[in-house]
């Protein structure tokens, strides 16, 4: 199977910045999407920042040019680079990885546990 494991999350004053890591294991052929999600109390599940195989990104609104995914193609890894904190951005990140796990397979998505990232204000 597969693992997906985020890392990063603390507790950060406001305009500060944090950097996260998720690093997916296992039964990997290749990895097409890795994306960013984030939850808040009481409000649904949201896609934060996206990224393909070929590095093409997509941000929410609410992030664009303060937030930055990238990835390491050769460490099945990707990171959100989280610049200009607000309180509004606490929650738990999760990260999901579409995983084709063998040449003949289709993605399948897996999803890591999640990691909490709480602004102060």
């Known amino acids: 199977q597969v693992q997906v494991v985020e890392s990063g999350g603390g507790l950060v004053q406001s305009g500060g910045s944090l950097r996260l890591s998720c690093e997916a294991s296992?039964?990997?052929?290749?990895?097409?999407?890795m994306d960013w999600y984030r939850q808040a109390p009481g409000k649904q599940r949201e896609l934060v920042a996206t990224i393909t195989s070929g590095d093409s990104t997509a941000y929410a609104d609410s992030t664009t040019g303060r937030f930055a995914i990238s990835r390491d193609n050769a460490k099945n890894t990707a990171y959100l680079q989280m610049n200009s904190l607000k309180a509004e951005d606490t929650a738990v990140y999760y990260c999901?990885?579409?995983?084709?796990?063998?040449?003949?397979?289709?993605?399948?998505?897996?999803w890591g546990q999640g990691t909490q990232v709480t602004v102060s204000s």
């Open positions: 296992g039964i990997i052929f290749s990895i097409s999407a």
């Open positions: 999901k990885a579409d995983v084709v796990m063998t040449r003949w397979s289709t993605p399948r998505s897996f």
